[in-house]
């Protein structure tokens, strides 16, 4: 069996990760795939950009004097950083909530140097550091935009949480009883559909055939000038993909091996899944499949470099292996 992407150790394979990639263009067509475009799985949150539709169709940015950087973080998995921590407290803030009112849980920040910074200062983790905090403040600005109930709108049957299954089903083409519904690491409904409908979701966010495309636009032009808000600083293979190309290139992780990325340029986008969940292997595949598609440069692949083939690291920092795409995306 010839591997999707394999990952070394000196002289041999010690380990392969099976995926699959499937490419849509503007249009919704699938244009070229490698692997299962059927396989049904959840885009966790890979999906954030799609349940910030209803937020921005509510017109909360407007009644509560939000802009795009806000946007950009109801959009994020962010690192947990202070620019993170300071805009969810400026939507909390200017909706009247407080960071007891997201249902997020706590976590570690994934950024160590604001975590040992926190430890530092004394100060207490608080669901305003989980890396989710974004997405919550979103839904709660929603919540006092429309008057529906702040306390509740984690639950599937919430009006927000049914806007956004019934959004999801327009842009994919997949009827809402045939989504299945799970529950995210976060706490709100993650929903699970074909790889091939994931792809058909997100580019739609490319040109103007869906009733959203206002929202869509308006959140792709967020997160392409707020990269740094949508992951974090460093090492956050999404945000370096949107900085390497200008905003060109959204892009947006998802836990257990998703992304999905949407190109404007070219009008096309690209979901990709690890069957294992391992995420160490979506920067290799995403570069390997871009540049199949002559999707990115030569200079913007020299500056995402260590991630084309990314080095396996021991405890005394010394490369010992390597983490390799092999596969070949078929044309539709």
């Known amino acids: ?146 008057g529906a109930d702040p306390s509740t709108y984690a639950e599937p049957n919430h009006p927000l949480q049914q806007a956004i299954l019934r959004t999801l089903s327009e842009i994919s083409g997949v009827p809402t009883e045939d989504i299945r519904i799970g529950v995210d690491g976060c706490g709100v409904p993650v929903h699970a559909m074909p790889l091939r409908a994931w792809a058909r979701a997100f580019a739609s966010f490319i040109g103007d055939r869906s009733t959203h495309a206002a929202a869509m636009q308006r959140i792709l032009a967020a997160m392409g000038r707020h990269p740094e808000l949508v992951g974090g600083s460093r090492d956050r293979f999404d945000t370096d993909l949107m900085r390497a190309t200008n905003g060109r290139i959204v892009a947006k992780g998802g836990a257990e091996g998703f992304l999905a990325l949407m190109d404007t340029a070219s009008g096309m986008a690209m979901v990709v899944k690890i069957l294992d969940g391992n995420a160490r292997a979506i920067p290799p595949v995403t570069l390997k499949a871009l540049n199949d598609l002559g999707a990115i440069s030569e200079a913007e692949r020299d500056a995402l470099k260590p991630y084309v083939e990314p080095a396996v690291l021991n405890t005394q920092g010394r490369e010992v292996g390597r983490i390799i795409a092999e596969f070949s995306l078929s044309e539709r």
């Open 1 to 146: 069996m010839k591997p999707f992407v394999r990952v070394t150790r000196g002289p041999v394979d010690e380990s392969w990760h099976a995926g699959a990639i499937a490419v849509a263009n503007a249009e919704g067509e699938i244009v070229a795939h490698y692997g299962d475009l059927d396989f049904f799985t959840f885009a966790r949150s890979s999906c954030k950009p799609i349940q910030a539709i209803p937020v921005v169709e509510s017109g909360a940015l407007e009644t509560f004097g939000l802009d795009d950087s806000h946007l950009a973080l109801m959009c994020a998995s962010h690192s947990s950083e202070p620019m993170h921590v300071e805009k969810a407290s400026q939507i909390l803030q200017s909706i009247g909530l407080g960071p007891e009112h997201l249902v997020c849980g706590v976590h570690v920040p994934h950024s160590r140097d604001a975590y040992e910074e926190m430890v530092r200062r004394g100060e207490a983790l608080s669901a305003i550091h989980n890396n989710c905090s974004g997405k919550h403040a979103g839904m709660l600005a929603y919540c006092r935009a429309t």
